[in-house]
């Protein structure tokens, strides 16, 4: 089968890392064309990398030979862009948040639905191996049944970039990071929400929200935390993931940390007592020896790259791994922190299946 | 002055731990008579100890030489052995939780202030030095204005202990390490309360909480974490506290940790991207070495013990160090938590003044 030819909308950081990092992986299934950038900096980076430089975005859906674009280019634009190269007849991938909200994305998913054309975004961070840890602690029940989740995302250097500080063009942590630690957690989980309470953070005084902290009950009452900063000159892990038998902390993507079970060697309800500040704590003195045992985080399965899949869907219609349907469940769940900063209590919102 | 003849009503791990360790630091102002415990074990062993044993709650009672009786029996016990205790013309030195509920605590405050009687609880972890540094960030603002504050506490032991279970006997974590670690933080703040998210955890399967988690939002902005479990076989830092220009993290009650604050030598929003997972951030790449520096924890100043303060409170009428009116705010707060395990939005529950 042939690769598919694509035209890249918008070459900054997150176009260029697709051209030179993602899709470079997948030459057999992949092929660059061109780029189409309104910054004329970007136009000649582009010349420099040796992509053809669309003139305008007309010209790349009048271009017959593309067969699908990257959509990387602010929040704001997606929605646009997405529906015109549809109906211009071009698959498309788009860049995460998918749209503004979740009335946008439904305006997308109608042209897809009407035009044929498939529509995908890349929700990269499913391929994270940090998160597949987690995942597959989950499932293997390693650490007991996991009970609760915490997912921290922490940077000290505020809200970098142009257009991420702006609320008109999508910016802000939530629908930054937000949009990413929710996917892996509603992929995750597979189950309901049950209740949320979210803070939004304002440190910095931008428009938009610098961080937050979500605290989630799920109906199958997992408890979740999912929490972003930019004013963290200090960091908490990654991942802190509580099982009934065992405790997993992931500190940093580059998979540092540490897995803590239980022997059942030992009756663990009778530590000696240790001094812990001005007091005396049983309760909280570390457990002896032989209570607990370090392990290695577990091996994870290698799943297909984002391109790959993409590739199979297009030529062979496989099943999407990326599922517009699972993307619509964080944007609605977005759509209600970010306008009330709260949701109500016992609402469900989110139905994965 | 003479020492304060003191007997002391249960000589458990707590009773004897205020006897060998407290106590003894202050020979001059404290003079432990006796003890009074239902178990004959723990009788012998204050015998050994060389403690005259009495025979009744009665006799400590009428026993005109002692002054002041320290409880440390269960929690469900407190109210009833203080009240009679002031009534016999005794001084109280009492453990925490104070009282099962804020009513409880109402009933002991009456007979007080009726028989003008002293009455004082031991919330000793207000001497805690990872406290302290906590406390003197708040004041001294090295990392700036604090905006969050993370209070942790986490065992893997359940909960040890045979009354601690039940919950007649005033058991679980929230009035066991709860009481103490909304002490620290009301008593840091002195802010009442915007609005509390608590969710208490129920791991175990006891019929107390083995743990929680609550989201707090001060009226004056801040936020607090206050979490505790007893099934953490890793463990999340003591403190985590965010400043407006640094960040302080307690790993540990040996102090251990590291405290970042912002040099604003370099511009800190143009960081070079990492790679993290399968995906680039700016937003969280670490900032360069410039940008930050590492500094120690400040020193902090040592308060006279709880004793100390305690006999200058008897012989001088000096004032106390923990107020009767802010244990019963912790108690008022507590019964709401434990009532409801939330709290309805922005209903003010507290004020200290």
Request: proline share 5%; hydrophobic share 35%.
């Amino acid at each position: 089968m042939k690769p598919i030819n694509f035209a890249v909308i918008g070459y900054g950081g997150m176009g260029s890392y697709h051209v030179h990092t993602i899709m470079a992986k997948e030459p057999e299934k992949i092929r660059v064309i061109g780029t189409y950038d309104i910054s004329e900096i970007r136009q000649s980076i582009s010349a420099d990398d040796g992509y053809y430089c669309y003139e305008s975005f007309e010209e790349v859906l009048a271009d017959t030979t593309i067969e699908a674009v990257l959509i990387a280019t602010p929040n704001d634009t997606h929605k646009e862009l997405s529906i015109q190269a549809m109906k211009a007849g071009k698959h498309v991938v788009c860049e995460k948040p998918v749209a503004m909200n979740t009335k946008e994305f439904d305006e997308i998913l109608s042209v897809s639905q009407k035009t044929g054309m498939h529509f995908m975004v890349h929700q990269n961070r499913r391929w994270d191996p940090d998160f597949l840890i987690v995942q597959e602690l989950y499932r293997n029940k390693q650490i007991g049944e996991i009970f609760q989740i915490e997912s921290r995302v922490q940077g000290a250097n505020g809200i970098p970039g142009d257009w991420r500080h702006l609320k008109k063009h999508g910016g802000g942590m939530m629908l930054d990071w937000g949009v990413h630690l929710f996917d892996q957690l509603l992929y995750l989980t597979g189950s309901p929400i049950k209740k949320i309470d979210a803070d939004l953070s304002d440190i910095l005084g931008d428009e938009v929200d610098d961080g937050f902290h979500c605290f989630i009950i799920f109906e199958n009452g997992l408890r979740a935390i999912v929490e972003v900063g930019t004013t963290n000159y200090s960091k908490l892990p990654r991942w802190y993931v509580k099982g009934t038998e065992g405790t997993a902390k992931i500190d940093d993507w580059d998979l540092s940390g540490e897995m803590i079970v239980a022997t059942k060697e030992e009756n663990l309800s009778s530590p000696t007592p240790i001094q812990a500040g001005v007091g005396l704590t049983k309760t909280m003195a570390p457990p002896s020896e032989e209570a607990t045992q370090k392990l290695p985080f577990p091996e994870v399965p290698r799943n297909p790259s984002f391109y790959h899949n993409f590739f199979e869907v297009i030529r062979y219609d496989a099943e999407p791994f990326v599922k517009n349907e699972e993307v619509r469940c964080v944007m609605v769940l977005l759509d209600q922190i970010l306008s009330d900063g709260r949701i109500a209590e016992k609402e469900r919102v989110l139905t994965i299946v």
